[in-house]
């Protein structure tokens, strides 16, 4: 009898608790219909929050590790403004790490395991990082391709319903503009200088072009994500529709560099209203993602490097947040 009844309880406390489920789904589905914002203390699936923060973290991790390549230019600068414009660009990439890490830790989810998984690669960053900067105009191939891209990718992230997640893009998206400013105004520069920056030039971008349309992710036939993303609203386009957006906005600018885009399958195609493009060699991105580009081995140790040295700072801060809580308290 005592069993029955026990049995009995239980089943109507996991009823009970279906019924609270189904009414929490209801209104998050709601919520993303009507376009309001999820915030962090509102129920959301468990699914939900997984890919947020894996999005999130990888994109996280690709702001920190993408300080590197031009980090590696700051010493060679040809001038003192071009300097302290880099330097100022690369703390924003900083920023925007800690900008989105922070919004990861909304969701329950600490820095320091977001990063020990970066360091033991559990974690991806954006493919477009395992590429070396060779010359000084692959700085602004970076700028205007790379932070173009970004650009493309990320407006419409300000619109991502998880409420945390689209207000840091406002801010990394004004600070991205500026980045592509200058990359596109400092590869003008040499565009229209000697002929042997010019060719600086051409050659930064023959070699950024294609890495640059991977960043958008695989075709969106093979894009495992995206369909349930979009259904979330945290992306609003696929990967391939922001590739053919980033694809017409470059090729005028292109022209007005005075450069060439890497690809004689590039031409406008009136009837579609877009420019057709080349095929992606997609076996050489899944091959950086797995690790096999030019740089992984390298970006990971330096940063592996930089996290351990960075050790002191860490403790020197939680030690003096904690001397000044007890005085507080
Ligand atoms: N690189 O199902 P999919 C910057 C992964 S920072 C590496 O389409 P999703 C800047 C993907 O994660 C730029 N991995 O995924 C910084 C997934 O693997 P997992 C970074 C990639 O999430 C400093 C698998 O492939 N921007 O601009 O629907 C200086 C299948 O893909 C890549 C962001 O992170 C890639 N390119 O769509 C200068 C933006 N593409 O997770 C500039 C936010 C795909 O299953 N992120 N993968 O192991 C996004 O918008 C989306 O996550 C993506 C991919 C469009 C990147």
Request: proline share 5%; charged share 25%; net charge negative.
């Amino acid at each position: 009898m005592a069993t029955a009844a026990a049995h009995r309880t239980t089943a109507e406390a996991q009823d009970a608790e279906a019924e609270r489920t189904a009414a929490h789904e209801a209104a998050f589905d709601a919520a993303v219909a009507a376009d309001e914002r999820i915030e962090p203390r509102d129920w959301m699936p468990d699914a939900y929050r997984a890919s947020l923060v894996r999005q999130m973290a990888q994109h996280a991790h690709s702001e920190i590790i993408g300080m590197q390549p031009e980090a590696n230019w700051i010493t060679r600068a040809p001038s003192l403004r071009r300097k302290a414009i880099l330097m100022a660009k690369v703390q924003d990439e900083a920023g925007h790490g800690l900008y989105l890490y922070s919004a990861a830790e909304t969701l329950g989810t600490g820095r320091e395991e977001l990063l020990d998984k970066l360091h033991s690669g559990r974690q991806k960053y954006s493919s477009i990082f395992n590429y070396p900067t060779l010359t000084w105009a692959d700085v602004g191939a970076i700028g205007w391709l790379v932070d173009g891209a970004a650009i493309t990718n990320q407006v419409p992230l300000c619109r991502c319903s998880y409420g945390p997640y689209a207000r840091a893009m406002v801010r990394i998206c004004k600070e991205e503009s500026f980045h592509q400013r200058q990359g596109y105004e400092l590869l003008l520069h040499l565009s229209n200088g000697t002929p042997e920056q010019h060719a600086m030039a051409q050659d930064a971008v023959d070699r950024w072009w294609w890495p640059s349309l991977m960043m958008f992710g695989p075709p969106d036939d093979e894009s495992a994500h995206s369909a349930q993303s979009m259904t979330w609203k945290i992306k609003r386009h696929s990967n391939d529709e922001l590739r053919q957006r980033f694809v017409d906005i470059a090729v005028p600018q292109a022209e007005a560099l005075g450069l060439t885009l890497p690809d004689p399958d590039l031409r406008w195609n009136e009837e579609r209203g877009h420019h057709d493009f080349g095929a992606i060699d997609w076996d050489e991105f899944w091959d950086v993602l797995k690790g096999n580009g030019p740089c992984n081995e390298q970006r990971i140790s330096q940063r592996r490097t930089a996290h351990e040295e960075g050790a002191w700072v860490r403790e020197a801060a939680s030690a003096y947040a904690a001397k000044h809580g007890k005085a507080a308290a």
